[in-house]
Each structure stands twice: as structure tokens, then as C-alpha cells.
């Protein structure tokens, strides 16, 4: 017996995971880097991300929208990896410096990236649940969506919201900033 692959179906699969790809990369990336510091494992957190999306796409039923579906994977390939990474207890040997882009002002550039540093760090130091909230607000997912891709609910997404923003605050009132 001959299995035949219904090629229009597996067209539309990967014309439809280009497209999320496309539309959610650079949030995938932030998102991943908030659970992840090392430039490297940050990179095999993105690939693993994508690969369970892959994976996942032709189990989509349209519960939610592809935004939160896309979400939900990376949330919890995150949880995933923060969790195998915390079991083997291991540091990289030097922290790699951002490679700058060459901005016309490097004083504003260097400003701004010192910026984005000390608040991608102190969102790092939160502890996981504040962080995954956090993340996902910034990336402009409401709290509703918030609640599916984290299985919690709306009130919840709120009261961790707040405590995340306090805890965010007095990390960076402390450093200087606001």
C-alpha cells in the first residue's frame, strides 16, 4: 500500500508557518531572551521554538488566535529549557558583549543599550512566573491572551503584572534609573 501526501495540505503548512515566522520572530527572540542570557543557548532556545511550532502547526484547531498559539509554544519550550539548564548548573566561561550596529550616535546608542540591558537584566532576576507575565505583556498580548498561553487566569495575569512592575521598579530605582 502507497501513502500519498496530499501536497496542497503540507503547501499550506509551510506557507502558513512562514508567514508566523515572519510575524513573531523578533518577539520569539526577545521572549527567548528573557530566559535565556547566554547569546548561544539563546539561539538553540529560538531554533527549538521554531521546530516545536513546526511540529505543532497541524494540531492548530483555531482555539485561540495563532498569536497566542505561537506564544503558548515558546512559553513553554522556555519553561522547558530554563528547567533542563537549571539542572545542569552551568555557567558560560565569559559573557559575550552586544556587537554594535554603528548608529550615527554612539553616545545615544551606548545610552540606549545600557538602558535596554539593565531592564532585560532585571527582568531576568524576576522570578519566573513574574517574568513570563512581564515578557508577554511587553511583546502586547492582552491579558486574556496572557491567561491561555500560561493556563492561568486574567486575575492572576493582573496581580502577577503588578508585582512584576514593583519588583521591576525597585530593581531599577536602585541601579539609578527609573
Do not use: K
Not at 485561540?64 to 555557567?91: D, K, L, M, Y
Not at 558560560?92 to 546608542?109: F, K, N, R, S, Y
Not at 531576568?124 to 493556563?151: F, K
Amino acid at each position: 500500500m502507497e501513502v500519498v501526501l496530499d501536497q496542497p495540505m503540507a503547501h499550506d503548512r509551510e506557507t502558513r508557518y512562514l508567514r508566523l515566522l515572519s510575524e513573531h520572530e523578533r518577539a520569539v527572540r526577545r521572549l527567548a531572551s528573557s530566559y535565556e542570557r547566554e547569546p548561544a543557548r539563546q539561539q538553540d532556545l529560538v531554533q527549538d521554538i521554531w521546530l516545536a511550532l513546526w511540529q505543532a502547526l497541524p494540531m492548530f484547531r483555531g482555539d485561540c488566535s495563532e498569536r497566542t498559539f505561537v506564544f503558548r509554544i515558546a512559553h513553554n519550550r522556555g519553561v522547558s529549557h530554563t528547567q533542563r539548564w537549571r539542572r545542569r548548573r552551568t555557567e558560560p566561561l565569559e559573557a559575550a558583549a552586544p556587537i554594535p550596529h554603528g548608529a550615527p550616535d554612539p553616545e545615544h546608542v551606548a545610552t540606549e543599550r545600557e538602558r535596554r540591558q539593565q531592564l532585560q537584566s532585571a527582568v531576568q532576576r524576576l522570578p519566573l512566573g513574574l517574568r513570563q507575565v512581564i515578557v508577554l505583556v511587553l511583546e502586547g498580548l492582552s491579558h486574556h491572551e496572557v491567561a491561555d498561553v500560561l493556563g492561568i487566569t486574567e486575575n492572576n495575569v493582573a496581580v502577577r503584572l503588578t508585582r512584576a512592575r514593583a519588583a521591576l521598579a525597585r530593581a531599577l530605582g536602585s541601579s539609578g534609573e527609573r
